[in-house]
């Protein structure tokens, strides 16, 4: 089945105490990203990758980290998580193609509490 | 930056009504305008998209429309179900030089009332 499979679904962690979300897709997809999705301001993208090796910022960076070592799997990294990175996060993934119509396929979600 | 406005926040609609959900872009590259919904407790789920290059696509009850002069996109229900209740989201995307960024708007919480 193709699917975005994104690890731990819940979490609950405290100020300062480094944890890393996983993200890993089936489908051979070149683009991945990141969304947090907070009340009243949508999804806002965080980081996105076109491919193995490249990254680059979206709207809201600040406090995480990427990497894209492996083709499959875009792990999102909080070095030193804070009580406003409280939220629900999404990974989704989709093909890139000339057309520009890149369907996303997302993720379950993980909702992460920092107190 | 590049942004997207999305109205309403919330929509009530009677079943069996139309409902309209508005969304505006900044970015003039933009060139693809997909449409999401969320379920409760759900992930989001494309239901319709459509490319600059096309005015109208319409996919039996849900339509979407795209003027590029005034940057504006709209989602259309019509003949609404309980079903329909959702949050929707609108998205821009534009690549350009290497980059592919997805902006989407803040959200619109549908209800249809029974």
């Known amino acids: 089945e193709a699917q975005v499979t994104q690890n731990p679904r819940y979490l609950i962690t405290v100020t300062g105490k480094k944890l890393t979300v996983t993200c890993s897709q089936n489908m051979n997809h070149e683009y991945m990203s990141w969304y947090r999705q907070d009340p009243g301001l949508g999804l806002r993208q965080i980081y996105y990758?076109?491919?193995?090796?490249?990254?680059d910022k979206g709207d809201v960076p600040e406090g995480y980290k990427v990497s894209r070592k492996e083709k499959r799997n875009f792990p999102l990294i909080l070095e030193s998580p804070s009580p406003n990175q409280t939220s629900l996060y999404f990974c989704?993934?989709?093909?890139?193609?000339?057309?520009?119509?890149?369907?996303?396929?997302f993720g379950a979600g993980s909702r992460l509490t920092v107190l | 930056g590049e942004n997207v406005e999305q109205h309403p926040s919330t929509l009530s609609v009677q079943e069996g009504d139309s409902a309209v959900i508005k969304c505006t872009y900044s970015?003039?590259?933009?060139?693809?305008f997909p449409w999401y919904k969320q379920e409760l407790g759900k992930r989001p789920q494309l239901i319709i998209d459509?490319?600059?290059?096309?005015g109208e696509k319409k996919d039996q009850r849900i339509a979407v429309t795209l003027n590029k002069t005034a940057k504006h996109f709209s989602l259309h229900i019509t003949e609404t179900q309980p079903e329909d209740s959702a949050v929707y989201f609108c998205a821009a995307t534009s690549g350009t030089s290497g980059t592919y960024k997805y902006i989407f708007g803040t959200g619109t919480r549908l209800k249809v009332l029974a």
């Open positions: 459509i490319r600059s290059n096309v």
């Open positions: 990758s076109m491919n193995v090796e490249v990254t």
């Open positions: 970015d003039s590259a933009s060139n693809y």
């Open positions: 989704a993934s989709s093909p890139l193609r000339v057309s520009g119509a890149n369907v996303l396929t």
